[in-house]
C-alpha cells in the first residue's frame, strides 16, 4: 500500500486529521470545565436576551438603569470566560508541538503530491487537493463533529 497514492492517500490524512481531533478533544476535556463551558453559553444568551430587552425599553430612564444593571452582569460573564479562555489556551499550548511535528512530517511526505479530488472547487485549492487543502478540509469536518459529540463545542 502506497501512502502516496490516491485513494491512499485520500484515507490516510482523513485518519491522521481525525485522530489528532480525537486527541485534541480527549486532552480538552480533561483540562476544560465542560459543565462552566455550557453555564457560560447559557449565560451569554440569557445576557443577550435581557440586553436586547433593555434596549427595546420605551423610557430612556428605565432602558439606562436596566443597561446599567446588565452591565455589571456583563463584566461577571467576561472574567468566567477569561478563565475558561485561560483553559482552553492550555490545551493548545500542549498540543502545539505535537501537532506541528506531526503537520511539517507530513507537509514533507505529501510535498507537491495532490492527495483527493474535490466534486466542487475547494476555496483557494480548486478540484485537485494537495495535503494542506485535503487536511484543512478534513480538519473542520472531523474537528467540529468530535468536538460536538464530546460536548465541548461552544456555540
Not at 483540562?31 to 430587552?53: C, Q, W
Not at 492550555?90 to 505535537?98: E, R, Y
Request: net charge positive; glycine share 4%.
Amino acid at each position: 500500500m502506497n501512502l502516496l497514492v490516491i485513494p491512499y492517500s485520500t484515507l490516510f490524512i482523513f485518519l491522521v486529521s481525525s485522530l489528532m481531533s480525537l486527541l485534541s478533544a480527549l486532552l480538552s476535556r480533561r483540562v476544560i470545565d465542560v459543565a462552566a463551558l455550557r453555564a457560560l453559553s447559557e449565560k451569554r444568551k440569557e445576557l443577550m436576551r435581557l440586553m436586547k430587552e433593555a434596549k427595546s425599553q420605551k423610557s430612556e430612564k428605565a432602558r439606562q438603569k436596566a443597561l446599567a444593571k446588565l452591565k455589571r452582569k456583563q463584566l461577571a460573564l467576561q472574567r468566567i470566560q477569561m478563565a475558561i479562555m485561560a483553559q482552553q489556551m492550555k490545551v493548545w499550548l500542549i498540543l502545539l508541538v505535537f501537532f506541528w511535528l506531526i503537520f511539517m512530517f507530513l507537509n514533507n511526505m505529501y510535498r507537491g503530491v495532490i492527495v483527493a479530488h474535490s466534486p466542487i472547487p475547494i476555496p483557494f485549492f480548486g478540484y485537485e487537493l494537495n495535503f494542506l487543502g485535503w487536511y484543512i478540509v478534513c480538519s473542520f469536518w472531523t474537528g467540529t463533529l468530535i468536538m460536538r459529540l464530546a460536548g465541548i463545542y461552544m456555540e
